[in-house]
């Protein structure tokens, strides 16, 4: 099959989302800093990362629909524009309930942002190409694990954690410019889009359960990906100087891992989703049982390749279960996604909370993946009989 060239635009909407994810990321790094110059504790600071994603999913479907109506570019522009000043505000705030709230609007700008530009790049690539254009998009996220996270670390240990904010707001000036001078004003004379026709689409079972696992897939990485961080000094015995490098080992892994999505989610996504989902939720519980330092070098970008590339492949089977829904499909993945991005690390808090250690979410993201795993079984075996149910042969 001929693959045709993507957009230009598709590329530059990437700019955009490697500044934001740079963002939603950059917490796992700063953690201890934040919490030590505020007088909060370590799980109370990694709530910052579920503040970001409650942010994103409640976020993404309401401002899908605020802006459905908008041309794109000036939503995608006014959303920006926001998670600009949001992260202005954040840098040069003392207090931690406004800085969680800087993280909650930065959250809702970004969701707006994305939910646009997802809709924007699937409508105009070919109708089999959305799992290629969408990891291409999402290869800002990956590169912002693999560049902007351990250097939002770096700026952090250097001149303070404000620092990281900064540079997050200056970041997304070129994205302005580039989203100004590339993306279309209008929707080329479409018709106007019914939000009630896009929400019916929820009612579909096939979807609902794509959702729920990516919910669970994501929560898992979130968990462990927050605490990333003490796991390594406290567990694996990693000098707190080496911290920016491992995150940067898991950014290079999730970014191959977008990559191979990229490659099969279009074609086979089965293999993709049951194999390195299975190898996955191994993985959370090998790292759990392991307490070196070279054991944590291999499997730190091996979870981030599989976490990624099962991830971006759920996303991409949220687009196409919802492909008469092109304008709100974005905002379902990223609401879902963002759920557990959520409850992932508050789950992971509480366990350390609870006293079960440092490593206590490694053992929380394997079971998250575990029970992905059997709801998927789950609901292949329930279509299956529903299919032989209603099959012209079955008997009465």
Same mark, same amino acid.
């Given at each position: 099959?001929?693959?045709?060239?993507?957009?230009?635009?598709?590329?530059?909407?990437?700019?955009?989302?490697?500044?934001?994810?740079?963002?939603?990321?950059?917490?796992?790094?700063?953690?201890?800093?934040?919490?030590?110059?505020?007088?909060?504790?370590?799980?109370?600071?990694?709530?910052?990362?579920?503040?970001?994603?409650?942010?994103?999913?409640? +976020?993404? =479907?309401?401002? &899908? %629909? /605020?802006?459905?109506? #908008?041309?794109? $570019?000036? !939503?995608?522009? *006014?959303?920006?524009?926001?998670?600009?000043?949001?992260?202005?505000?954040?840098?040069?705030?003392?207090?931690?309930?406004?800085?969680?709230?800087?993280?909650?609007?930065?959250?809702?700008?970004?969701?707006?942002?994305?939910?646009?530009?997802?809709?924007?790049?699937?409508?105009?690539?070919?109708?089999?190409?959305?799992?290629?254009?969408?990891?291409?998009?999402?290869?800002?996220?990956?590169?912002?694990?693999?560049? +902007?996270? =351990?250097?939002? &670390? %770096? /700026?952090?240990?250097? #001149?303070?954690? $404000?620092? !990281?904010?900064? *540079?997050?707001?200056?970041?997304?000036?070129?994205?302005?410019?580039?989203?100004?001078?590339?993306?279309?004003?209008?929707?080329?004379?479409?018709?106007?889009?019914?939000?009630?026709?896009?929400?019916?689409?929820?009612?579909?079972?096939?979807?609902?359960?794509?959702?729920?696992?990516?919910?669970?897939?994501?929560?898992?990485?979130?968990?462990?990906?927050?605490?990333?961080?003490?796991?390594?000094?406290?567990?694996?015995?990693?000098?707190?100087?080496?911290?920016?490098?491992?995150?940067?080992?898991?950014?290079?892994?999730?970014?191959?891992?977008?990559?191979?999505?990229?490659?099969?989610?279009?074609?086979?996504?089965?293999?993709?989703?049951?194999?390195?989902?299975?190898?996955?939720?191994?993985?959370?519980?090998?790292?759990?049982?392991?307490?070196?330092?070279?054991?944590?070098?291999?499997?730190?970008?091996?979870?981030?390749?599989?976490?990624?590339?099962?991830?971006?492949?759920?996303?991409?089977?949220?687009?196409?279960?919802?492909?008469?829904?092109?304008?709100?499909?974005?905002?379902?993945?990223?609401?879902?996604?963002?759920?557990?991005?959520?409850?992932?690390?508050?789950?992971?808090?509480?366990?350390?909370?609870?006293?079960?250690?440092?490593?206590?979410?490694?053992?929380?993201?394997?079971?998250?993946?575990?029970?992905?795993?059997?709801?998927?079984?789950?609901?292949?075996?329930?279509?299956?009989?529903?299919?032989?149910?209603?099959?012209?042969?079955?008997?009465?």
């Amino acid at each position: 099959m001929q693959k045709h060239p993507l957009p230009s635009v598709v590329p530059l909407l990437g700019t955009a989302v490697f500044a934001q994810g740079t963002s939603e990321f950059m917490v796992a790094g700063l953690v201890p800093d934040i919490a030590s110059e505020l007088s909060v504790s370590i799980p109370a600071a990694g709530l910052l990362t579920s503040a970001f994603a409650v942010g994103m999913a409640v +976020g993404a =479907p309401v401002m &899908a %629909l /605020l802006a459905l109506r #908008w041309p794109r $570019r000036l !939503a995608l522009v *006014a959303f920006l524009a926001a998670f600009v000043l949001a992260h202005v505000v954040a840098a040069v705030t003392g207090s931690f309930e406004v800085l969680v709230a800087t993280r909650v609007i930065g959250a809702l700008a970004n969701a707006g942002f994305l939910a646009v530009g997802l809709a924007t790049v699937t409508s105009i690539v070919a109708p089999d190409a959305k799992g290629r254009a969408l990891a291409v998009l999402l290869a800002g996220t990956t590169i912002a694990c693999v560049a +902007g996270v =351990p250097g939002g &670390a %770096l /700026l952090g240990s250097l #001149w303070g954690w $404000r620092s !990281a904010f900064w *540079a997050v707001a200056l970041l997304c000036v070129p994205a302005l410019v580039a989203v100004l001078t590339s993306v279309p004003g209008d929707r080329s004379g479409a018709a106007p889009p019914s939000a009630l026709g896009e929400l019916r689409v929820l009612r579909r079972p096939r979807l609902l359960v794509v959702l729920l696992l990516g919910a669970l897939v994501n929560g898992a990485t979130f968990c462990s990906f927050t605490f990333l961080a003490p796991v390594l000094t406290d567990v694996s015995r990693i000098g707190a100087e080496w911290v920016p490098a491992m995150l940067a080992l898991f950014g290079g892994g999730s970014f191959l891992g977008v990559r191979l999505a990229a490659r099969w989610s279009d074609t086979r996504p089965g293999p993709v989703l049951v194999g390195g989902g299975a190898v996955l939720a191994v993985g959370w519980a090998a790292f759990a049982l392991t307490t070196t330092a070279v054991a944590a070098i291999v499997l730190v970008p091996l979870l981030g390749t599989l976490a990624f590339a099962v991830g971006s492949t759920l996303i991409a089977r949220v687009l196409y279960a919802a492909s008469d829904a092109p304008n709100l499909a974005g905002s379902y993945a990223t609401a879902s996604l963002n759920i557990g991005a959520a409850v992932g690390p508050w789950i992971g808090g509480l366990t350390i909370g609870a006293g079960l250690g440092p490593g206590s979410p490694l053992w929380v993201s394997a079971a998250l993946v575990a029970v992905a795993l059997t709801i998927a079984a789950l609901a292949s075996v329930a279509r299956a009989a529903v299919g032989r149910a209603t099959s012209p042969t079955s008997c009465p």
